[in-house]
């Protein structure tokens, strides 16, 4: 039995696969979040770069040099240009489709790269422009010039996900080539030579600090993060996006860490389960549950304890939507199809009953529609085995669980409407199956629209409204659905097999 690895552990497995692993889910999301980072990354140098242009066509320092106007003109079109060039980055990246990660990285370098050139030239350009008259307002014309660097240290360490390693390397070379113009300009005689420590001094002061601050910032996410990757181990299981949630506890879809492989683990706490005696049932029934091997039954692939004392079953992870999504979106289903998905129901009913294992909560959010090797429509039933127990009445027509649940009213037999949970066997997944064929063909339960108090009733005394009224179903099918909706148990078929023969048959003779 698995258990959860210590912080310690997760933190070690953290450090040696990085952020970009620590959640295998936000990994799955890092490159459409890179590429639109960088794309973001793109306006804000664009719009940076014009409003540079507009400032230093308007700068008090440059009108006072009338003689110099022409150079002022030849540094707002270099402006305007630079602005063009980012803007054009920002659209390819806005329009195009989420790449490779590794092409994305080469891009994120090309873009850092190309950040720094510009941020160079830009400078340059500013010096040539401020020959002589440097000296008149050093510290302001200083940190003015130290603005586009600032700006590109928080743009670039706050919004492109980064370890805190990779953000101070990106820092330090950032820092360094913030003074490649200040020792060109010193070289010159654009800064006069006694300002140039000034100088130095200034933009290390201002571009450092900004490095620091956002290196720091990048560093205590990396911490909460680990902390989080720690928290969501569970065994081998690295936990990623929810999938889904109910009284019962919670499903996740999560990796295993070593295979790579796709699974959805279902959480359980004693809690929600009502006792700990409750998750040691849920521990029998999962031994027992993994002895089953129909491909039309969803495959349990692990369970265990976490140290919390959750517990936990791993599940292969099937893509696509329940039966209940399917009819909500396209409304009923043709016959034909509704018998395909009932006679592969039937097939994991028929090994589940075999092995002595009774269902108890057949219902359409229980049935996945997937595609299995290249194999579409595939019916998959969920939660073999892991419902049974105590009940409560909820509102909405549904039962909820106060320790252990057994069913749903909409779709479940009379025999566990009235309670008598040692009657509970084959025959009422077969009611279950009935009622779950129609709600396929009708686009509705067969007693649709009541409360739970009057569906438990109408399962036991009332006979549903004819299939035929509800939608067009052969005759002769919708005899099989009525035969399983029968009230007594020895009036159904004598089991799942018997129901995949009777769907088969109904619909030759259709």
């Not at 603005?147 to 919004?159: D, F, I, M, N």
């Not at 409560?392 to 549904?398: F, I, S």
């Not at 749903?408 to 009657?423: I, N």
Request: glycine fraction near 10%; charged fraction near 20%; charge should be neutral.
């Amino acid at each position: 039995m698995n258990q959860t690895p210590s912080p310690r552990a997760a933190s070690s497995l953290f450090r040696r696969e990085g952020v970009e692993r620590s959640d295998f889910s936000r990994s799955e999301d890092l490159r459409a979040t890179l590429q639109s980072r960088l794309c973001v990354i793109s306006f804000i140098f664009a719009a940076a770069n014009g409003g540079f242009a507009l400032f230093f066509l308007w700068s008090p320092v440059l009108q006072a040099r009338n003689a110099d106007a022409p150079l002022a003109f030849g540094s707002l079109l270099f402006y305007l240009l630079l602005a063009s060039v980012w803007t054009v980055i920002g659209v390819v990246l806005r329009v195009t489709r989420p790449r490779g990660l590794g092409w994305l990285r080469a891009y994120e370098a090309a873009i850092f790269t190309l950040s720094i050139g510009l941020n160079i030239a830009t400078n340059e350009q500013d010096l040539s422009s401020l020959f002589g008259v440097y000296e008149l307002a050093p510290i302001d014309i200083t940190m003015g010039r130290a603005g586009l660097w600032v700006l590109t240290v928080v743009a670039y360490g706050t919004l492109i996900p980064n370890t805190a390693r990779r953000t101070a390397v990106a820092m330090v070379i950032l820092v360094v080539a913030s003074l490649i113009p200040v020792a060109s300009g010193v070289a010159d005689g654009t800064i006069p030579g006694p300002l140039g420590p000034l100088v130095v001094v200034l933009t290390l002061l201002v571009v450092g600090s900004a490095a620091l601050i956002t290196w720091f910032g990048t560093s205590r996410y990396e911490t909460v993060a680990r902390r989080e990757a720690a928290a969501r181990e569970l065994g081998q299981y690295v936990l990623g996006a929810r999938l889904g949630a109910g009284g019962m506890g919670e499903v996740y879809h999560a990796e295993h860490r070593l295979l790579r492989r796709s699974v959805a683990v279902k959480l359980i706490t004693p809690a929600q389960a009502g006792s700990p005696d409750a998750i040691a049932r849920f521990e029998r029934e999962a031994q027992a549950t993994a002895g089953l091997t129909h491909p039309n039954t969803v495959q349990l692939f692990d369970y265990g304890r976490s140290d919390d004392g959750t517990f936990y079953c791993v599940m292969e992870y099937l893509p696509g939507d329940t039966l209940e999504a399917l009819v909500d979106r396209d409304g009923p289903m043709p016959a034909g199809r509704a018998v395909h998905v009932l006679t592969q129901l039937c097939g994991a009913l028929a090994e589940a009953h075999a092995k002595g294992l009774v269902h108890r909560d057949i219902k359409p959010s229980n049935v996945m529609m997937t595609e299995r090797g290249g194999v579409q429509d595939v019916a998959k039933l969920l939660d073999f085995g892991l419902v049974a127990g105590d009940r409560a009445l909820a509102g909405d027509g549904r039962l909820t669980a106060v320790g252990m649940f057994v069913g749903t009213p909409e779709f479940m037999s009379p025999e566990q409407c009235a309670g008598g949970e040692l009657d509970v066997g084959p025959a009422s997944d077969l009611y279950a199956l009935g009622a779950l064929a129609y709600y396929l063909l009708a686009g509705r339960s067969p007693f649709h629209g009541r409360s739970a108090t009057q569906m438990l009733a109408a399962h036991l005394y009332e006979t549903p409204k004819s299939l035929r009224d509800q939608a067009e179903v052969p005759l002769a099918l919708a005899a099989v659905i009525e035969r399983c909706l029968a009230k007594s148990p020895d009036d159904r078929f004598a089991d799942a097999a018997a129901v995949a023969v009777a769907l088969h048959a109904s619909m030759r003779t259709a």
